[in-house]
Antibody, heavy 118, light 105 residues
Framework: QAQLQESGPRLVKPSETLSLTCSVF??????????WAWIRQSPEKGLEWIGS???????FYNPSVRGRISISADTSKNQFSLKLRSVTAADTAVYYC???????????WGQGIPVTVS | IVMTQSPATLSLSPGESATLTCRAS??????LAWYQQRHGEAPRLLIY???TRATGTPDRFSGRGSGTEFTLTISSLQSEDFATYYC?????????FGQGTKVEI
């Protein structure tokens, strides 16, 4: 099955932009049946789905971050990326990427990357 | 849609059975998934569509329910089952998770 790997800076300053990339192995993000998602986890908010992208660029975002978020897909690299603007300490979390199967459930997941806003 | 799990913690011994509950704030039919998260690891999909086991999920895990009330039962707990379990509805946008039930020894 697919393997996913998050990468990017682990420390971001307040008001700046958090940027992460998810590399997908042993699967193709061009599969038309599935989206690709970003989910974060913090002690305060628990697990929170923040957005999903189809390889065409179609996106769905959580209203909690709408206006600050953009997710894009790069089919040539089999990757998808997250940008979260104007971050605050409340955006500190472990960020996971995952396959969003039929836009329903999530699996498999990447190992997660901790990001601190400070 | 708000997902509420109970109890927050379940203290059991290996070999015992565990029953975890997840309630949705509105009718989600059978659109529910369960995940297991071991300490320091990412969540792993166990069950989707309320009762369908994901590939690799042992048959000691079983899901039931529809509408607003769901259960995950783990029969005969193994050492690797002591973890935190989350439910997630996949009925509508945004997809939301419960706050988790920790199954501890």
């Amino acid at each position: 099955q697919a393997q996913l790997q998050e990468s990017g800076p682990r420390l971001v300053k307040p008001s700046e932009t958090l940027s992460l990339t998810c590399s997908v192995f042993d699967d193709r993000i061009t599969d038309t049946n599935h989206y690709w998602a970003w989910i974060r986890q913090s002690p305060e908010k628990g697990l929170e789905w923040i957005g999903s992208v189809l390889h065409t660029g179609t996106t769905f975002y959580n209203p909690s971050v709408r206006g600050r978020i953009s997710i894009s897909a790069d089919t040539s690299k089999n990757q998808f990326s997250l940008k979260l603007r104007s971050v605050t300490a409340a955006d500190t979390a472990v960020y996971y990427c995952a396959k969003h199967v039929f836009t329903q459930w999530f699996g498999p997941w990447g190992q997660g990357i901790p990001v601190t806003v400070s | 849609i708000v997902m509420t799990q109970s109890p927050a913690t379940l203290s059991l011994s290996p070999g015992e059975s565990a029953t975890l509950t997840c309630r949705a704030s509105e009718n989600i039919r059978g659109d529910l998934a369960w995940y297991q998260q071991r300490h320091g690891e990412a969540p792993r999909l166990l069950i989707y569509d309320a009762f369908t086991r994901a590939t690799g999920t042992p048959d000691r895990f079983s899901g039931r329910g529809s509408g607003t009330e769901f259960t995950l039962t783990i029969s005969s707990l193994q050492s690797e089952d002591f973890a935190t379990y989350y439910c997630q509805h996949h009925h509508a946008w945004p997809k939301t998770f419960g706050q988790g039930t920790k199954v501890e020894i």
